[in-house]
């Protein structure tokens, strides 16, 4: 039996491993893809206070040997439910694991809108993340497709750092507050470009353009940027454990900054939990949190 199974192997997860250890729990994070979450397809981290730059790979790889080093155990397996009361059975495709807690922390992924060159050019000039990313195109022409608040929120934060910013959106109007269409309308140096999809990221080592079409007259049109962000959201992937943790409408683990679920002993940490900010501090701040809530919780039993 473990002290703590923490599900997911990100910053959030792998924090959450750190704080456990040295807390005296014994730990192990489960993990269907292995170690790093999100931040290993980031090319350059340059926004993680005390690290001026590191590559996303070396800050999972860092994370993860620290881990280890402390006596947490990592397994690449996939779980699929979580049952018990005070002693809770975690089950994977592989078998099953007794824990007296457990931390949910399985992220989030993008939402890939599965344009030409998407996936091929990602790190390499398509992003999804304008406040991670934005300032390496400072003083460059980007694009932002999205309608909802995320897309205009992150077309505003370009609009302080970037040359152009074209914001693409496939309706003639958008879903987002009508203050901050009404804030970017104002800027010189913002375009919207209304009824329109992407079609493809182009470029054979880095973006060099973003080809366009108007969904009414099927016009093509090519934007000549260096930066696409895909403002599309996320999809958590929590639906397993509806059990034993309240899920919102979209799919994320109701807590407040205190990480705690619906359900004694279980906790959630990082990008898959409600939050407005999903940044690589706050995954680990949760990390963090949801350890020391968990080891709290045990020391009571």
């Known amino acids: 039996m473990y002290d703590i199974v923490i599900i997911g192997a990100g910053p959030a997860g792998l924090t959450a491993a750190i704080y456990g250890q040295r807390a005296g729990k014994s730990t192990l994070v489960l993990d269907e893809k292995g170690h790093g979450g999100q931040i290993v397809n980031t090319p350059d981290v340059e926004n993680y206070p005390g690290i001026k730059h590191i590559s996303g790979i070396d800050f999972a790889n860092d994370l993860y040997e620290q881990a280890l080093g402390l006596g947490a155990e990592v397994r690449t397996e996939k779980v699929t439910g979580i049952t018990g009361d005070q002693i809770k059975t975690v089950t994977t495709g592989s078998g099953a694991y007794e824990a007296r807690a457990v931390i949910i922390a399985t992220g989030a992924k993008n939402r890939v809108l599965g344009f030409d060159g998407e996936v091929r050019l990602t790190g390499s000039g398509v992003s999804y993340c304008a406040t991670c990313d934005g300032n390496f195109f400072r003083g460059k022409d980007v694009a932002v497709i999205g309608g909802g608040n ?125 939050k407005k900010v999903r940044q690589l501090t706050t ?14 919780y045990i020391n009571q039993l």
């Open 283 to 296: 995954a680990a701040a949760d990390g963090a949190v949801a350890a020391l809530a968990a080891s709290e």
């Open 150 to 274: 995320t897309a205009l929120e992150d077309a505003e934060v370009l609009a302080n750092i970037a040359n152009k910013v074209y914001l693409v959106h496939r309706r003639d109007q958008f879903r987002g507050d009508q203050a901050t269409v009404d804030r970017l309308a104002a800027k010189e140096n913002v375009e919207f470009v209304l009824d329109s999809v992407p079609l493809s990221a182009e470029g054979e080592f880095m973006v060099s353009d973003l080809l366009v079409k108007n969904v009414k007259t099927d016009e093509e049109r090519k934007l000549d940027v260096q930066g696409i962000f895909v403002a599309a959201g996320q999809v958590p992937d929590n639906k397993d454990f509806e059990n034993v943790a309240e899920l919102d409408k979209t799919g994320y683990v109701s807590a407040s900054e205190d990480c705690h679920t619906k359900t004694d002993g279980i906790f959630t940490a990082g990008d898959c939990r409600t």
